[in-house]
């Protein structure tokens, strides 16, 4: 990095040196960022500090450093920890808190920010530590625009960075549920193996054969999400009529080979009824309808 870039890399603090957090460190290190660091466990700054970054005693010292300090530690409790032992050193601060947690706990935090003259976007990581400081690493982030806007070079060194708009839970809202797309998909995908194995079907076979369909998936996702905001459920994957039978035929296949259809048999159960309900014609993305009316009865029952 030449001596111009060093010399408007803007400080940053990082409170918080877990796997994530210290990758974040390093990379803005690396990348000519005066960074201080502080972590609860003092010993894990030595490789940071050997880096080139400074190590602060305490977090209040390492908050007083830098206009900018992001917190990445275990969970919002931690965060709570952190931050109580601040005081009045946040105010005209940025904190960018890119811990995983709910919605309205980056609420509560982004009114605590509020209140001691602090800016605040909370933000959320999909990628490894390994990757931060490249593309592949996907940030969300909500909370002050001001704050992204003027920070958003440096967010950008980090990975790909996206603003959700001001309320600081939408970060929060796209990380969990990302995330959770994820385990759904490998949770019936482990399943899937065991039924493929129980079949004396080569699993790692099947699943070089399966990731090719897995990435066909993408324009289906693109037209339920439209669907769903539309409340307009067109025929795909066929209509639910024709999907229904099929549903038989897959769960009956899995219980005679001991595998788990628990969630083959809610989806046979939402088809039956959505048919029953008149709406065979409709597509897949039709099963909404029930899930959100569903949710509307356990919140007012």
Same mark, same amino acid.
């Given at each position: 990095?030449?001596? =111009?870039?060093?010399?408007?890399?803007?400080?940053?603090?990082?409170?918080?040196?877990?796997?994530?957090?210290?990758?974040?460190?390093?990379?803005?290190?690396?990348?000519?960022?005066? %960074?201080?660091?502080?972590?609860? %466990?003092?010993? =894990?700054?030595?490789?940071?500090?050997?880096?080139?970054?400074?190590?602060?005693?305490?977090?209040?010292?390492?908050?007083?450093?830098?206009?900018?300090?992001?917190?990445?530690?275990?969970?919002?409790?931690?965060?709570?920890?952190?931050?109580?032992?601040?005081?009045?050193?946040?105010?005209?601060?940025?904190?960018?808190?890119?811990?995983?947690?709910?919605?309205?706990?980056?609420?509560?935090? *982004?009114?605590?920010?509020?209140?001691?003259?602090?800016?605040?976007?909370?933000?959320?990581?999909?990628?490894?530590?390994?990757?931060?400081?490249?593309?592949?690493?996907?940030?969300?982030?909500?909370?002050?625009?001001?704050?992204?806007?003027?920070?958003? +070079?440096?967010?950008?060194?980090?990975?790909?960075?996206?603003?959700?708009?001001?309320?600081?839970?939408?970060?929060?809202?796209?990380?969990?549920?990302?995330?959770?797309?994820?385990?759904?998909?490998?949770?019936?995908?482990?399943?899937?193996?065991?039924?493929? *194995?129980? @079949?004396?079907?080569?699993?790692?076979?099947?699943?070089?054969?399966?990731?090719?369909?897995?990435?066909?998936?993408?324009?289906?996702?693109?037209?339920?999400?439209?669907?769903?905001?539309?409340?307009?459920?067109?025929?795909?994957?066929?209509?639910?009529?024709? *999907?229904?039978?099929?549903?038989?035929?897959?769960?009956?296949?899995?219980?005679?080979?001991?595998?788990?259809?628990?969630?083959?048999?809610?989806? =046979?159960?939402?088809?039956?009824?959505?048919?029953?309900?008149?709406?065979?014609? @409709?597509?897949?993305?039709?099963?909404? +309808?029930?899930?959100?009316?569903?949710?509307?009865?356990?919140?007012?029952?």
């Amino acid at each position: 990095m030449s001596r =111009k870039a060093e010399a408007t890399a803007e400080p940053i603090t990082v409170l918080g040196l877990g796997q994530m957090g210290s990758a974040i460190a390093r990379v803005l290190t690396s990348r000519g960022h005066p %960074t201080t660091v502080w972590n609860r %466990t003092a010993t =894990k700054s030595g490789p940071l500090v050997d880096a080139g970054a400074s190590a602060a005693a305490s977090a209040a010292e390492a908050v007083s450093a830098s206009s900018v300090v992001v917190i990445c530690v275990l969970d919002y409790d931690a965060v709570d920890a952190v931050l109580d032992s601040l005081g009045a050193v946040i105010a005209g601060k940025t904190l960018v808190n890119v811990t995983s947690g709910s919605p309205n706990r980056a609420r509560t935090v *982004q009114r605590w920010a509020t209140e001691h003259g602090a800016d605040y976007l909370d933000g959320g990581i999909l990628g490894d530590p390994t990757d931060v400081g490249s593309a592949h690493v996907i940030l969300s982030f909500s909370g002050s625009r001001t704050a992204f806007e003027m920070h958003g +070079a440096t967010l950008r060194e980090l990975g790909t960075p996206t603003y959700y708009g001001e309320d600081a839970g939408l970060a929060s809202v796209e990380f969990m549920a990302q995330v959770a797309v994820g385990y759904e998909l490998l949770m019936g995908f482990l399943h899937t193996l065991h039924l493929v *194995q129980r @079949e004396g079907v080569d699993p790692a076979e099947f699943a070089a054969r399966a990731a090719d369909s897995v990435n066909a998936y993408g324009p289906l996702l693109t037209a339920m999400g439209a669907a769903v905001r539309d409340r307009s459920y067109p025929p795909d994957l066929g209509p639910l009529a024709v *999907q229904a039978p099929l549903m038989v035929d897959l769960v009956e296949h899995r219980r005679s080979l001991g595998v788990d259809t628990l969630r083959m048999d809610e989806v =046979k159960a939402l088809m039956d009824r959505r048919v029953a309900d008149g709406y065979g014609d @409709e597509g897949f993305s039709s099963l909404y +309808a029930l899930l959100a009316r569903e949710a509307a009865a356990d919140a007012h029952p």
